[in-house]
């Protein structure tokens, strides 16, 4: 998996995010869902980064806020 920083452009329904990453492309996303890790809001507008899957560069899972 590779990671890339995007922008959130859209919360859509069951807790999936549409990413703009570099390129001007669009990824649908999911935030990383571990027990250890706080519940964390994100909103149009914040700095992600996410991993890519490797066989669908379409989807992919947000990994933390970017800074």
């Known amino acids: 998996m ?17 990413v703009e990453v570099e390129g001007g492309r669009e990824v649908t996303a999911h935030p990383v869902a571990t027990p250890r890790r706080n519940f ?3 909103v149009v507008g ?11 560069g379409r989807r992919g899972r947000i990994v933390r806020k970017a800074t």
């Open 40 to 42: 964390v809001r994100l």
């Open 2 to 18: 590779r990671q890339v920083a995007g922008t959130v452009r859209a919360v859509l329904p069951r807790a999936l995010y549409r």
């Open 46 to 56: 914040d700095r992600v980064i996410i991993e890519l899957t490797a066989n669908d």
